[in-house]
């Protein structure tokens, strides 16, 4: 039987460019195969710059604690295609296998019959064709790029759309400012339908705000309209129904404060019964791989110094970089270890931008090649970036080899902290290695 990989492979050649931001293409094909995006259920339609991933795990894990069945589709994956559908069951969703997505994929291939479309559009079809196929009680749609022209944005009427936290990244196909960036963001708004803004800048407000007033969107801001903030180790959460005293998150960091925040305010502005049992119940218990995700074993952790904390986030920008370290910050401020830092990243990314907040926190970093992608940025050119935010840096030749040097320079004794970042591939490539796949 053939393999999903050899057909997504034949169909990224059908648009010489991986990226390009239309839903012209999209549009006919979903008219071909019956409008799947119109037989959804509510719809909960995701983007932002950092967050958007965590804010998707934070709904599926409350709306599942309710019983419903829930279908999420994000992007990029880390190890496995799979990962990019989650079809909704009753228990808890499962990757979509292999058999459904190659005649899923195979189908959709014979009626676009070679027409040019790029590879997110025609493997979003797939998730929505899927969807419609099986039907959930509700669907997660997290934003591949932007939101305006994104694949995703042929959704008419979400029950909410929702805006993480905006900052500067993909400025290629972007822009290079913040309100251009914000208004490509801005664009999942649609007439009358609720919108859930994180804390945003003011000059990303002002675009966001503009567009829901034309559109007659209500809007419900972070930190004006909702607060969600760390108090005595709790999440309290806070808005015009009331407030709700909650379990810390499960995931890491005080940015997941605000994240689980936004997920809240989003269940909170539906027209979905949601129980603050449920929303404890799915803080406690969400997941999110690559996101301040603490590796305990496997083959990675075994390389590593003897008892080394170590954490993997893909985060890849200078305002992930902010929030990682601020996370790193608390772990040191509870209980103090050296920092590592083993980092690889794209040629797109802004790398000193990324490390500038590490500077005084991480005693050494190691610059890695992206083994999974031919636009990694090069050890070498990587690792004089970190030079220039002010960190001391070496390039090595993978991350096996970055913890053989650490283990030799280490003085004994020295129980490090190891923090393996800069690139979802990189992150991939880690779990991969360690036998630690997402699931």
């Given at each position: 039987?053939?393999?999903?990989?050899?057909?997504?492979?034949?169909?990224?050649?059908?648009?010489?460019?991986?990226?390009?931001?239309?839903?012209d293409r999209l549009t006919?094909?979903?008219?071909?195969?019956?409008?799947?995006?119109?037989?959804?259920?509510?719809?909960?339609?995701?983007?932002?710059?950092?967050?958007?991933?965590?804010?998707?795990?934070?709904?599926?894990?409350?709306?599942?604690?309710?019983?419903?069945?829930?279908?999420?589709?994000?992007?990029?994956?880390?190890?496995?295609?799979?990962?990019?559908?989650?079809?909704?069951?009753?228990?808890?969703?499962?990757?979509?296998?292999?058999?459904?997505?190659?005649?899923?994929?195979?189908?959709?291939?014979?009626?676009?019959?070679?027409?040019?479309?790029?590879?997110?559009?025609?493997?979003?079809?797939?998730?929505?064709?899927?969807?419609?196929?099986?039907?959930?009680?509700?669907?997660?749609?997290?934003?591949?790029?932007?939101?305006?022209?994104?694949?995703?944005?042929?959704?008419?009427?979400?029950?909410?759309?929702?805006?993480?936290?905006?900052?500067?990244?993909?400025?290629?196909?972007?822009?290079?400012?913040?309100?251009?960036?914000?208004?490509?963001?801005?664009?999942?708004?649609?007439?009358?339908?609720?919108?859930?803004?994180?804390?945003?800048?003011?000059?990303?407000?002002?675009?966001?705000?503009?567009?829901?007033?034309?559109?007659?969107?209500?809007?419900?801001?972070?930190?004006?309209?909702?607060?969600?903030?760390?108090?005595?180790?709790?999440?309290?959460?806070?808005?015009?129904?009331?407030?709700?005293?909650?379990?810390?998150?499960?995931?890491?960091?005080?940015?997941?404060?605000?994240?689980?925040?936004?997920?809240?305010?989003?269940?909170?502005?539906?027209?979905?019964?949601?129980?603050?049992?449920?929303?404890?119940?799915?803080?406690?218990?969400?997941?999110?791989?690559?996101?301040?995700?603490?590796?305990?074993?496997?083959?990675?952790?075994?390389?590593?110094?003897?008892?080394?904390?170590?954490?993997?986030?893909?985060?890849?920008?200078?305002?992930?970089?902010?929030?990682?370290?601020?996370?790193?910050?608390?772990?040191?401020?509870?209980?103090?270890?050296?920092?590592?830092?083993?980092?690889?990243?794209?040629?797109?990314?802004?790398?000193?931008?990324?490390?500038?907040?590490?500077?005084?926190?991480?005693?050494?970093?190691?610059?890695?090649?992206?083994?999974?992608?031919?636009?990694?940025?090069?050890?070498?050119?990587?690792?004089?970036?970190?030079?220039?935010?002010?960190?001391?840096?070496?390039?090595?030749?993978?991350?096996?080899?970055?913890?053989?040097?650490?283990k030799r320079m280490l003085?004994?004794?020295?129980?490090?902290?190891?923090?393996?970042?800069?690139?979802?591939?990189?992150?991939?490539?880690?779990?991969?290695?360690?036998?630690?796949?997402?699931?």
């Amino acid at each position: 039987m053939i393999q999903s990989s050899v057909i997504l492979e034949r169909l990224f050649k059908l648009h010489p460019k991986e990226i390009d931001l239309s839903l012209d293409r999209l549009t006919p094909l979903l008219e071909k195969l019956g409008h799947p995006e119109e037989r959804l259920g509510p719809v909960f339609h995701i983007a932002g710059t950092n967050g958007k991933g965590s804010v998707t795990a934070f709904l599926r894990a409350m709306l599942e604690a309710t019983g419903r069945t829930v279908h999420v589709y994000t992007s990029p994956h880390l190890v496995s295609f799979h990962e990019r559908i989650r079809l909704g069951a009753p228990g808890g969703g499962r990757l979509v296998d292999e058999d459904r997505l190659v005649a899923t994929l195979t189908e959709i291939e014979a009626i676009n019959d070679g027409a040019p479309i790029t590879h997110f559009e025609i493997t979003t079809a797939a998730a929505l064709k899927l969807f419609a196929e099986q039907p959930a009680d509700v669907t997660l749609l997290e934003v591949g790029l932007g939101g305006r022209f994104d694949a995703t944005n042929v959704i008419r009427a979400p029950e909410v759309a929702i805006i993480t936290s905006i900052s500067l990244d993909h400025e290629k196909f972007l822009g290079s400012t913040l309100e251009g960036i914000a208004r490509e963001k801005a664009g999942i708004i649609k007439r009358g339908r609720p919108v859930v803004v994180s804390p945003q800048r003011n000059e990303v407000l002002d675009v966001i705000e503009d567009r829901a007033a034309r559109l007659g969107a209500p809007l419900y801001l972070g930190s004006r309209d909702w607060l969600s903030h760390a108090e005595r180790g709790r999440l309290v959460f806070q808005d015009e129904d009331g407030l709700l005293d909650l379990p810390a998150p499960r995931l890491p960091g005080r940015h997941q404060f605000v994240n689980a925040g936004a997920a809240i305010a989003a269940l909170r502005r539906s027209s979905l019964e949601v129980p603050a049992g449920a929303i404890e119940a799915g803080l406690l218990s969400v997941e999110w791989p690559a996101r301040m995700q603490r590796l305990s074993s496997g083959r990675i952790v075994d390389l590593a110094p003897a008892g080394s904390e170590i954490w993997l986030d893909g985060g890849h920008n200078p305002g992930a970089g902010a929030v990682i370290s601020e996370a790193v910050a608390d772990l040191e401020e509870r209980v103090p270890r050296p920092l590592y830092m083993i980092a690889g990243m794209l040629l797109t990314k802004d790398p000193v931008g990324f490390f500038q907040p590490f500077a005084g926190l991480a005693r050494h970093v190691f610059t890695v090649p992206i083994e999974s992608s031919d636009a990694g940025r090069s050890p070498a050119e990587l690792a004089a970036a970190a030079e220039a935010a002010g960190l001391e840096a070496e390039p090595v030749a993978n991350v096996p080899a970055a913890l053989d040097k650490l283990k030799r320079m280490l003085p004994p004794g020295t129980v490090p902290r190891i923090l393996i970042c800069g690139s979802l591939y990189l992150a991939g490539t880690v779990l991969a290695e360690n036998g630690t796949p997402p699931r």
